[in-house]
Every structure is written in C-alpha cells, then in structure tokens.
C-alpha cells in the first residue's frame, strides 16, 4: 500500500514555465486536495476534488489548474510560473471528510 | 524513515473542558521540528502549534500546549477551555531540520468533536 505518492520532491522553474505535480493515491479515496505551504501560516488549499470528474477552488487557485479523469490521480498544473508560486506543495487524500487522510511528503517548487 | 502516528481517530470533549491528542513518531534524527495542523471544514490547513526538537520548553499558543516528550517520541497537543469552534480535524506533523529535507511526515489525524 503506497499510500499517497507525489513526485517531483524537487523541481527549479523559471518564470513563465509551466509543470505538472503529479499526486497518485491507492487507497480508492474520493477525496484528494492540493496545498502550498505558506512560511508561518499553515498550508492553504489550492484546489480539491471530491470525486473523480468534480474539482473545485479553494483558498488560492489562481495559477493553477487541476483535473480529475480517475480516482488514483490529481495532477495539479502550473501554468506561466511565477516566484510567488516558490513553495512546498502537498497532496492527500481521505475517503471522507472527517476521516482519516493521507500526505504525500511534499513537493518543492523553487521559481527564479 | 520517518512516521507519524496519531492513534485516536475521534476524540470529543465538552465545552469548556480540557482534552488531549497523542501522537508519537519515530525517527533517527536528533534535529527536526514538529507540528500540529487544525482542519476545519472548510479543508484550510491552519498551523496550531510548532516545536523545535532542541528546545525543552513546550510550545504554548493560548489555549494550546504541547506535551514533548523528545524520549519518549511523543507530541500530544492539549485544549484547554474548549470552543465549539476547536471541533475539525487535527494532523500532527514531523519535518526533518536537515536543509535537504523538505519532506513532511503527517499522522492520520483526530477528528475532534465539541460537545455543547
């Protein structure tokens, strides 16, 4: 059971490059979300999706875009990078709100 | 590698009352820092309370406290005069100090409930 896998760990940008963070779960959860970690200030939800084909915003979607085809994969895309997207991304899943969730270790996405 | 265990799924307490959340973790470094994440249901992840492994002091942040016990590899986080607004899920968290490791490790979480 691999849990929630998230790839790259690392990745550079420049500006207005684009990139997809891939998150894949095997634990057939209907719930996956997307967050960036904020220095100081927790982790804000970018985008989340409660079923495959169902996504919606959260806190601080703009410049980015997810999608939701199967219920393993929610890729998050990075479209024209920006330096105020230099963060540390997380995926997770959980089968419900409420219940038990899963991180991936995270992404860190430096832009220059 | 590192893991993060949060062994209570559901916790209630009643308003105004006091409750802990347990967590261990194991790990091989002496350097690291640990967290504890609040999860309302508008699925924000809220930062509570952060520790330094270095530190023996517990961390405090009004209502909350920490109970570190760095030997015993346990990381409970303690409510005080609990609000109904304190109900979400709770994520204990671990991340390495090394520079390189950006990597966190986070518990299943404890979904607390308040009980006017």
């Known amino acids: 059971n691999a849990g929630v896998t998230q790839t790259p760990k690392f990745r550079i940008l420049k500006i207005g490059q684009s990139m997809t963070l891939q998150c894949t779960q095997d634990?057939?959860?209907?719930?996956m979300y997307w967050y960036r970690q904020d220095p100081g200030m927790g982790l804000k939800l970018i985008y989340y999706?409660?079923?495959?084909?169902?996504?919606d915003k959260g806190e601080v979607p703009n410049g980015y875009n997810v999608s939701r085809s199967t219920t393993e994969d929610f890729p998050l895309r990075l479209e024209l990078a920006a330096p105020s997207q230099t963060s540390v991304y997380f995926c997770?899943?959980?089968?419900?709100?409420?219940?038990?969730?899963?991180f991936g270790q995270g992404t860190r996405l430096t832009v220059v | 590698a590192q893991t993060v265990t949060q062994s209570q799924p559901e916790m209630s307490v009643q308003e105004a009352e006091t409750v802990t959340l347990s967590c261990t973790y194991d790990?091989?470094?002496?350097?690291?820092?640990l967290f504890w994440y609040k999860q309302p249901p508008s699925r924000q992840m809220i930062l509570v309370i952060r520790?330094?492994?270095?530190?023996?002091q517990n961390a405090t942040e009004n209502r909350f406290s920490v109970n570190f016990q760095k030997a015993a590899k346990s990381f409970s986080l303690k409510i005080s005069d609990s609000q109904l607004g304190d109900a979400a899920m709770y994520f204990c968290?671990?991340?390495?100090?090394?520079?390189?490791?950006?990597?966190?490790?986070f518990g299943t979480g404890t979904s607390l409930t308040v009980i006017p």
């Open positions: 997770a899943s959980s089968y419900a709100p409420g219940r038990k969730a899963f």
């Open positions: 634990m057939n959860h209907n719930y």
């Open positions: 999706s409660v079923g495959a084909g169902i996504t």
């Open positions: 790990t091989s470094e002496s350097d690291y820092y």
């Open positions: 520790q330094e492994a270095y530190k023996q």
């Open positions: 968290a671990y991340r390495s100090g090394r520079n390189t490791g950006n990597q966190f490790y």
